[in-house]
């Protein structure tokens, strides 16, 4: 199957794209670079060929000849999308539904959608399933639940998109994030031999590790197409629902005489338990292989190796917002996030 995947010089994309390739996908990248800042490591995995793109400037041209889209490319996590949230929209909500629209007319059966588990939002009291009504508290969640409306209208017997709410990532890559939960614990962890949660701890995450969800997103591609046809699925493992605090416990038990302390509730009111069972029932092939302390003793390995100091973890190309406050002070992208006229 040959494959396009956007946001491929990503955190979670540069490591599916080589996935799909090891498996005997033909994949091209595109990626528009905001990122390409950041390389904490060399994974030694071979080299995806990219174009160097903005979802909105993607071109019927770009597309032809592709049997599949698997789409990360959006301004990832709840933090950057409140940094602006009508870019947001523009990009992740507009942007997507564009390209799926494109990859219809120009005959893509197959597309792959990178949604989240962040739009069930708040903690009702029930583990939430594909059927719960979303619940988005950011621009962020809100964009994904208009995208997984609107081009799932899209679906017919010649356009067959596929959800999948991914779970909050861990996990080392090269183009590492430490803006995310059990990375950024387990960075604090190793620069500081401390844990100290603003919080109480008491707010739940599922989390999933990037290569389970790299599985997910090649036994989508790979599964007949009557069972992932307009289909959600969340992508997690039902063991890994996680409260804060136990994520850290965790994080702390892996990184040697590293202190733990929590704190009072920080009002916010992110919270959520998620049922995986659907995706394991129903996507032949697919289970979860890792879990926190396997993600967490891989980022203990990666830091050891390449001896990570507090200078490189708290670099900005490593957390998203702040990479693009960077571009945009500097210059190098304009207020609506497009490069800049060199």
């Excluded at 995806?48 to 597309?63: K, M, N, S, Y």
């Excluded at 903690?123 to 962020?140: F, H, I, L, N």
């Excluded at 490189?312 to 190098?332: C, D």
């Amino acid at each position: 199957m040959r494959v396009l995947v956007t946001g491929a010089q990503g955190y979670i994309g540069s490591q599916v794209a080589p996935m799909l390739v090891e498996r005997g996908h033909e994949v091209v990248g595109l990626d528009t670079g905001y990122y390409k800042d950041g390389c904490l490591y060399d994974d030694g995995l071979p080299v995806v060929p990219c174009i160097e793109r903005d979802i909105r400037e993607i071109r019927d041209e770009d597309l032809v000849g592709f049997d599949a889209v698997v789409h990360l490319a959006e301004l990832s996590n709840d933090p950057l999308g409140q940094l602006n949230p009508a870019i947001t929209f523009r990009i992740n909500h507009l942007g997507s539904v564009a390209l799926a629209q494109a990859c219809k007319r120009v005959g893509i059966a197959r597309f792959v959608y990178a949604s989240s588990c962040s739009v069930y939002g708040v903690d009702t009291g029930e583990v939430k399933t594909e059927r719960s009504e979303p619940m988005p508290q950011t621009a962020y969640a809100q964009c994904k639940v208009l995208v997984e409306r609107d081009v799932g209208a899209l679906a017919d017997d010649d356009f067959s998109p596929t959800f999948l709410r991914n779970a909050t990532a861990f996990g080392p890559s090269a183009r590492m994030r430490f803006d995310i939960v059990l990375n950024n614990l387990a960075g604090l962890a190793w620069t500081t031999r401390e844990i100290r949660l603003t919080s109480d701890g008491s707010p739940w995450r599922p989390l999933v590790h990037i290569l389970d969800i790299g599985e997910a997103i090649a036994c989508t591609l790979e599964a007949p197409r009557e069972v992932v046809h307009n289909q959600i699925f969340n992508v997690g493992d039902s063991s890994q629902n996680y409260r804060i605090r136990e994520i850290a416990e965790i994080v702390s038990e892996v990184f040697p005489g590293c202190a733990l302390t929590v704190g009072r509730s920080d009002g916010d009111n992110r919270s959520y338990r998620v049922s995986f069972d659907k995706i394991h029932e129903r996507l032949p092939g697919f289970r979860c292989r890792r879990d926190a302390a396997t993600g967490a003793r891989e980022l203990f390995g990666v830091f050891e190796r390449i001896g990570m100091t507090a200078e490189v973890f708290r670099h900005r190309a490593f957390t998203r917002l702040e990479q693009l406050k960077h571009l945009i002070g500097t210059g190098q992208v304009n207020a609506e996030l497009f490069w800049s006229a060199s």
